[in-house]
């Protein structure tokens, strides 16, 4: 037994669920399969492995860029995120696309005297979310400098939705629809229109084929998630064929003790659980530093031998405590799923996203990189 808490990645699903995103698309449409933040969890590099399709990956920062680069991605990749003026050079080094949207990181760049190539520019316009991005009445300016700049090359303009996921009204979604349209009638009046135009996230894929222009950009898709119910719903409303997603993650972890305590008994710190009852106590060596949210504590259930059995008492730094006594197969070294399939039981990053108070983005997203994760 190598380690006692894990990931095991199902080897088929990523492509599975990269097909059920296409379906919708037009056959020249490629993918750039958003990995950032270790691949919302499950493993960047493990992750980029499955996707032998996806034309690019989309990562957050430079340092992920450079991680899938010294592993020997050679697609094309694009920083997301925003790159540090100092590092400019070393991304443009590595050959990662840069979303730009600050004047400083032109000039920077033009600055630079012995670039490898020139830097791959893909420029962002706000058309609502007010997170990165040029102001559209700005846009003009802003790429006529990047068209008169030395060391830059247009290659792509994008944008991001607010308010896709979170509502069956898209209203919002439309205006920033409509801006971009204007957007890009003002890049094709100034500069023409680079190869790559970019805006679907998996929601904006799945019920707006005006999104997907020339490239997706999906993440949550293609780990067999649905952004929300609002953009299942939207799509059962839309008709035609729904996605089939697959989900591709299983987290689990070890039972590594069992013991018979007390009716009356506290569980763990705080004694915010009190045995009822004769209590079979398992033990489990997972906590929040693994990404095991701590608002779970006396909420979430765990599955053993297809059984659920409830986390009782506050969850631990490094351990949380579930009882056993309804699951009296139970054995030391047990196998235990925490997110995932277990005989005809599942939990869902769903499920597991409502008992800590958030979406399943962030439940899978927080699983400690450190963690293996082991493809199937
Ligand atoms: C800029 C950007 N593009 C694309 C995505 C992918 O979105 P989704 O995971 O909803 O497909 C994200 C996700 O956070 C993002 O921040």
């Known amino acids: 037994m190598s380690s006692l808490v894990w990931v095991e990645l199902d080897r088929a699903a990523p492509e599975h669920n990269l097909r059920q995103l296409r379906a919708g698309a037009d056959p020249g449409v490629i993918a750039c399969a958003v990995i950032k933040s270790n691949a919302y969890g499950h493993g960047a590099a493990e992750i980029a492995s499955l996707l032998p399709s996806a034309e690019w990956f989309g990562v957050n920062s430079l340092d992920e860029g450079l991680e899938l680069r010294r592993r020997g991605i050679t697609r094309p990749i694009i920083l997301?995120?925003?790159?540090?003026?100092?590092?400019?050079e070393a991304a443009v080094e590595a050959d990662l696309g840069l979303t730009v949207y600050n004047r400083e990181t032109i000039a920077r760049l033009s600055s630079c005297s012995s670039l490898p190539r020139p830097a791959r520019i893909h420029v962002k316009v706000d058309t609502g979310t007010a997170r990165q991005g040029v102001m559209p009445e700005e846009l003009e300016d802003f790429l006529l400098l990047v068209k008169r700049s030395r060391n830059c090359a247009l290659e792509g303009i994008s944008t991001h939705y607010a308010n896709i996921e979170d509502t069956l009204n898209h209203d919002y979604a439309e205006l920033q629809m409509a801006r971009f349209a204007s957007a890009l009638d003002v890049v094709d009046r100034t500069v023409g229109r680079p190869p790559f135009i970019h805006t679907a996230c998996t929601a904006a894929a799945l019920l707006f084929t005006s999104t997907h222009f020339t490239m997706l950009r999906s993440g949550i898709g293609l780990y067999g998630l649905w952004p929300s119910r609002e953009t299942?719903?939207?799509?059962?409303?839309?008709?035609?064929?729904?996605?089939?997603?697959?989900?591709?993650?299983?987290?689990?972890?070890?039972?590594?003790?069992?013991?018979?305590?007390?009716?009356g008994s506290c569980v763990g710190y705080g004694c915010s659980y009190k045995t009822m009852r004769v209590t079979t106590l398992g033990v489990l060596p997972v906590g929040y530093a693994d990404g095991y949210d701590r608002a779970m504590g006396n909420r979430a259930h765990v599955l053993i031998r297809g059984r659920r059995a409830p986390v009782i008492g506050r969850i631990c730094m490094n351990l949380c405590m579930v009882d056993l006594t309804d699951v009296p197969v139970a054995k030391l070294e047990d196998e235990v799923v925490l997110l995932g399939k277990s005989g005809e039981e599942r939990i869902s990053a769903e499920t597991m996203a409502e008992w800590s108070g958030t979406i399943n983005y962030e439940t899978v997203t927080r699983i400690s990189p450190l963690l293996p994760r082991k493809v199937l």
Not at 80 to 88: F, I, N, R, Y
Not at 237 to 250: M, N, Q, W, Y
């Open 80 to 88: 997301l995120g925003h790159v540090a003026l100092g590092e400019l």
């Open 232 to 263: 299942l719903l939207a799509a059962r409303e839309k008709g035609g064929s729904v996605p089939e997603f697959r989900p591709v993650l299983t987290w689990k972890t070890r039972i590594v003790q069992i013991k018979t305590i007390p009716e």
